[in-house]
């Protein structure tokens, strides 16, 4: 089956096509935030950040769904995941309008950077609860034989509207900095994302309460049961080594993905410019580049799967993962760091893509929330992990030519272990839910 009808029949779904702009409009307030957040933490003119600096950002953003996540994935199996959408982009969106006048009145000292980052804490947490909620949720919007043409485009709106996002907050913080001072139009670039937050409240008010799941009429769970769910869940995991496999490759993907944006960001702030401001520039430029690669994996994946399968795509793409990881041991430049970027951003999003197709097609739906909170964990954690790690190995320039030698090594290593545990596990079984475009 050709790409375009494919993609014809999926947005003939109207409860898929609110699904995708619900996406780019929650996760376009996330670009938004994250570059707020980057402008004013990493990127003001008092601050000269290194890898520690970065880890701590990371972890005080990421790591508290990372711990909770397990306790709170059973609710998406139980709540209307409707519902924890709308409530989570209206707490978003209030959280953000906090954070832009806390920094507007210059309340981000004392006791106020409590405030300050208790508030980014709480919405960068919640938008992991919810787009678990949005994945476990995906296979309402689709027939059970789309998996792969949904999973290849739900995951890719999301960097596009990180990639919109970011230039709304970068094209806010550059044009209003001169008039109204960096801190103001810091302020200013959470507010746009509290107004695309509420955006995205408007569109999910549009489904039915029960329109994304979980089917209607389980009972709630005492916290004992809950606890024990959890371990069900596992096991159920335990009894699906595709998806298995998938989730421990993801992981180290993200990690070396990690790895490599902390690189990125310290080179660019502490080695390619001196000015705050430009190196604010050229950050979103490198993010831009990263989001393409994002982006063009709706395309891609697709395509490779259908004349080569899901387990040679998967491989595939880490490979180009490798080449690209490569490129700046020999020529480490900007620019070529961008070039890698973009290809690093085709692998590890196509690769993504061919994980989340193996989980949505081997996991039974009433544990599917559940794993896939596990799912965002790993990925969390890994980003964590890289910080870290990079903190301990790389220079304050982020530039090492072993550091970049090592992470393409890394990519090999989980081509090679990823193409062997799969054979053992069986070609056929990674094909479950490609059937829409392979026409197998």
């Known amino acids: 089956m050709q790409i375009g009808p494919a993609l014809r029949r999926l947005w003939r779904h109207e409860p898929f096509r609110r699904l995708l702009i619900l996406r780019i409009l929650s996760q376009a307030g996330d670009g938004t935030l994250q570059v707020g957040m980057a402008s004013y933490v990493l990127f003001s003119p008092q601050s000269q950040p290194d890898a520690w600096a970065i880890a701590g950002v990371l972890a005080i953003t990421l790591m508290p769904f990372t711990v909770l996540g397990p306790f709170v994935s059973t609710l998406l199996d139980r709540w209307s995941r409707r519902q924890v959408t709308v409530t989570s982009d209206i707490i978003r969106s209030c959280l953000a309008l906090l954070i832009g006048g806390l920094i507007a009145f210059g309340l981000t000292g004392g006791g106020w950077q409590v405030v300050f980052y208790g508030a980014l804490l709480v919405a960068m947490s919640v938008n992991r609860f919810m787009l678990a909620g949005l994945s476990a949720g995906l296979q309402y919007t689709v027939e059970p034989d789309e998996y792969l043409t949904s999973s290849s485009i739900i995951p890719t709106v999301g960097p596009l509207g990180v990639v919109i996002g970011a230039v709304l907050g970068f094209g806010a913080r550059v044009g209003l900095g001169p008039v109204l001072g960096a801190n103001r139009a810091d302020a200013v670039v959470f507010w746009v994302a509290a107004v695309l937050f509420a955006g995205s409240v408007m569109v999910a008010r549009g489904f ?3 329109a994304l799941g979980p089917e209607p009429g389980q009972p709630r769970s005492t916290p004992g049961e809950v606890w024990r769910g959890l371990g069900v869940a596992l096991q159920h995991l335990r009894t699906r080594p595709a998806a298995q496999l998938g989730l421990v490759s993801m992981f180290f993907t993200r990690l070396l993905f990690g790895l490599f944006s902390v690189t990125v960001i310290l080179a660019i702030r502490n080695y390619f410019n001196t000015d705050p401001d430009e190196a604010l520039g050229d950050l979103t430029l490198w993010g831009l580049a990263t989001g393409a690669g994002f982006i063009v994996c709706t395309v891609v994946v ?3 799967a259908r004349r080569l399968g899901l387990l040679r795509s998967a491989i595939l793409v880490l490979c180009v993962g490798m080449v690209a990881q490569a490129l700046p041991v020999a020529w480490p430049s900007m620019w070529v760091l961008f070039v890698a970027s973009f290809f690093i951003g085709v692998a590890v ?19 599917k929330g559940r794993v896939f909170v596990f799912y965002d964990m790993a990925f969390n954690s890994a980003f964590v992990v890289a910080a870290v790690i990079a903190a301990v190995t790389l220079p304050d320039t982020g530039l090492s030519a072993v550091g970049f030698a090592v992470m393409a090594l890394g990519y090999a290593a989980v081509a090679l272990v990823f193409t062997a545990l799969a054979r053992r596990i069986g070609t056929a079984t990674f094909e479950k839910g490609t059937e829409d475009l392979t026409g197998r």
């Open 208 to 210: 039915h309460r029960d």
């Open 302 to 304: 697709p395509v490779l």
């Open 349 to 367: 999003q196509s690769f993504k893509i061919c994980v989340d197709t193996v989980v949505q097609a081997h996991i039974d739906e009433e544990y």
